[in-house]
């Protein structure tokens, strides 16, 4: 996989989803960041078992991967465990 070269998907810190990157890596060979305060996420889409991926990272290690069938959800899951308690409201 290779970085979609734009801004990223999801951002705590603005509360949005990026709906144009959405659609440019949904089904493609891309991921984008989730940007946030207290971790970083890595996000794709894997058309085999039709969910959308996060891999959570904090302090560059590796500490879970999410799974969801849309990106608010996602964003709404990983946030609320990583997220230092800062609420976003996704949009």
């Given at each position: 996989m290779?970085?979609?070269?734009?801004?990223?998907?999801?951002?705590?810190l603005?509360?949005?989803?990026?709906?144009?990157?959405?659609?440019?890596?949904?089904?493609?060979?891309?991921?984008?960041?989730?940007?946030?305060?207290?971790?970083?996420?890595?996000?794709?889409?894997?058309?085999?078992?039709?969910?959308?991926?996060c891999e959570?990272?904090?302090?560059?290690?590796?500490?879970?991967?999410?799974?969801?069938?849309?990106?608010?959800?996602?964003?709404?899951?990983?946030?609320?465990?990583?997220?230092?308690?800062?609420?976003?409201?996704?949009?």
């Open positions: 290779r970085e979609y070269p734009d801004d990223a998907i999801i951002s705590n603005t509360g949005l989803i990026n709906q144009e990157i959405e659609q440019k890596i949904k089904g493609s060979d891309y991921f984008s960041r989730y940007s946030a305060w207290n971790f970083n996420g890595r996000i794709w889409w894997n058309d085999e078992i039709g969910y959308w991926c959570v990272w904090q302090y560059n290690n590796y500490v879970a991967t999410y799974l969801a069938d849309n990106l608010q959800d996602l964003a709404h899951e990983v946030d609320n465990k990583y997220g230092g308690g800062e609420k976003a409201s996704f949009i």
